[in-house]
Nanobody, 125 residues
Framework: QVQLVESGGGLVQAGGSLRLSCASPGRTFSSYAMGWFRQAPGKEREFVASISWSGTWTTYADSVNGRFTISRDNAKNTVYLQMNSLKPEDTAVYYC??????????????????WGQGTQVTVSS
């Protein structure tokens, strides 16, 4: 089972930027798509972005498209989420997860598994 560690969250003002990282110490997920999800208080976990195993293909939720960028460095076993023009509604705990099946991607929670502990992002107005 892949163990993931998210980092980079924090408190930022609206309009600001953060860069989240998701690392897998000692384990490789280079053959798996990776996804970022978020969960706000009282709400269900939702899809944010995903990237194919090779990094060729990316998919974004409509709410973040054009503001967030997902990328990966397979040599470092790390996936990133660059978040720009942050809004208060982006406030949530952000999680990363690998795809359940090698070489297959998706945009549903059911397509991903092995969740990390998450990192808190708080955007003040």
């Amino acid at each position: 089972q892949v163990q993931l560690v998210e980092s980079g969250g924090g408190l930022v003002q609206a309009g600001g930027s953060l860069r989240l990282s998701c690392a897998s110490p000692g384990r490789t997920f280079s053959s798996y798509a990776m996804g970022w999800f978020r969960q706000a208080p009282g709400k269900e976990r939702e899809f944010v972005a995903s990237i194919s195993w090779s990094g060729t293909w990316t998919t974004y939720a409509d709410s973040v498209n054009g503001r967030f960028t997902i990328s990966r460095d397979n040599a470092k076993n790390t996936v990133y989420l660059q978040m720009n023009s942050l809004k208060p509604e982006d406030t949530a705990v952000y999680y990363c997860a690998p795809g359940r099946v090698r070489y297959e991607s998706g945009s549903s929670i059911s397509d991903f598994g092995s969740w990390g502990q998450g990192t808190q992002v708080t955007v003040s107005s």
